[in-house]
């Protein structure tokens, strides 16, 4: 898409703050990739002028509020990560942050409360069965869309009331199209790519060996890549 440079580190603009709301670069560069018709074909405009909010949309549609998070967490600051990291060269954790901080590694949730309760953001950081992994994140949106059991799954509660957001997409195959996350599903759009083996969201979800760490690193770089590659090719 014309104007978007999907090199760039959006923590260079974002003044020594999170970037996810400091960095004006990265709110326009949302603005510009997800105002566009919805599955169904209605407009789907975001502003940036609406006091108090990141992206906002109002229309017959509804009135949403979004708001940006990072998807690839480098998982710096978990006490049983500290083994991993420190066997891993600090200026190649540098490079995967790095990457991690292009708009391929950036996506957006609903950002207000319901009901004075977490959102979707918060939530997706603090359950220990999700720590902030986009992986884990899609496979309890997918779940969501099939209409699984809110209770049995983590995240369920928290999407089940952001349920007419994910209503815009139509399907799990809208909405993943529609934010250009086709790599982290089979050509069927029927499965997710998860970066681990998955046990069914029974254990933690850090990478907490260098092994398990090396091989999420891997299959968190090809993705964004790929995604970059998705955006590039928009013109």
Known sequence: MQGIDTTFDFRTDAGGKDPDSHSPTLRRYHQLLWSKPLPGGAMFDLDTVTPDGYLHHRSALGEYWLASDSIIPTFGGYLAMEPVLMAVPKPEIEEFRALGYTIGGMMVFPGNKVN????????????????????????????????DDPQGYPLGEVLARYGDFFGLFDDFEGYVRFFLLDDLVDENYAQVRLFLPFDDFTTSALPDTVETYSAYWDASVAFIQARNRRIDALG
Do not use: S, V, W
């Open 116 to 147: 004075g309760k977490q959102t979707l953001n918060g939530a997706r950081g603090f359950n220990p069965r999700i720590r902030d992994r986009m992986d884990l994140t899609l496979e309890c949106i997918r779940r969501h869309y099939a209409g």
